[in-house]
């Protein structure tokens, strides 16, 4: 079964510093996706891409994030200048659009600042 | 704004019938899904409801009214390995972006 890849599995990062989260989707999806989850809280959207653009984003995606398609397989998550809040796990999902399949979630990174 | 309320915690025998309800209240509706997730997983996909009415896929079945802003989720023949967090999202606006609600932790005990 096609899955979501994603790169770390864990990530480590002093606060200030910044981070790329890497994600593979699934070849033939079209819509991209980042979501958070804090522990013990529930999953927020952050930002979804579409045609190689931003289709929409939440208020927690600010001007410290931003997403990337570098290629025709990565997307990415960068987020500048960490803070402690943002510790969390991050989800990346991929959908062909067709939502009564609904998204297919990638395994996650689990990000710590200290 | 967008509101999806479900129970915090539900427990339930093995080999049972639990039923995981949950209201939303949200501008824009696409659909409402269900999700399964286990501590320090990924969520993945249950089920997808649009219309009003019953969805049945094996063991679980979800039902929508649209009217009501209700869902549930009914997993039969509960197994130990069900034991989980239950999420309901609503999938809303251009880009389907999913708006989840807490969770329901369901623990399965024999």
């Known amino acids: 079964e096609p899955e979501v890849t994603q790169t770390p599995s864990h990530q480590v990062t002093q606060m200030g510093q910044e981070v790329i989260l890497r994600c593979v989707p699934i070849?033939?999806?079209?819509?991209f996706y980042w979501y958070r989850q804090i522990l013990g809280q529930k999953v927020e959207f952050l930002v979804s891409?579409?045609?190689?653009?931003?289709?929409?984003k939440s208020e927690i995606f600010d001007d410290q994030f931003s997403v990337e398609r570098p290629d025709g397989s990565n997307f990415t998550l960068k987020i500048r200048s960490t803070k402690l809040e943002d510790s969390a796990m991050y989800f990346c999902?991929?959908?062909?659009?067709?939502?009564?399949?609904?998204?297919?979630f990638g395994s996650g990174t689990r990000l710590t600042v200290v | 704004g967008q509101n999806i309320d479900q129970p915090t915690e539900m427990t339930a025998t093995e080999g049972a019938i639990v039923q995981i309800n949950c209201t939303y209240q949200?501008?824009?509706?696409?659909?409402l899904f269900w999700y399964q997730q286990h501590a320090g997983e990924a969520p993945t996909f249950l089920s997808y409801?649009?219309?009003?009415g019953l969805e049945e896929k094996g063991r679980f079945s979800s039902f929508l009214s649209r009217s009501k802003g209700y869902s549930y989720l009914l997993l039969k023949e509960l197994q130990m390995k069900d034991s989980a967090s239950y999420l309901c999202?609503?999938?809303?606006?251009?880009?389907?972006?999913?708006?989840f609600g807490t969770g329901t932790q369901l623990k399965v005990e024999l």
């Open positions: 070849s033939n999806h079209l819509y």
């Open positions: 409801n649009v219309l009003d």
């Open positions: 949200t501008s824009g509706f696409n659909g």
């Open positions: 999902a991929s959908s062909a659009g067709d939502s009564h399949y609904g998204y297919t």
């Open positions: 891409f579409y045609n190689n653009e931003i289709s929409e």
């Open positions: 999202a609503v999938s809303r606006g251009g880009g389907n972006k999913l708006t």
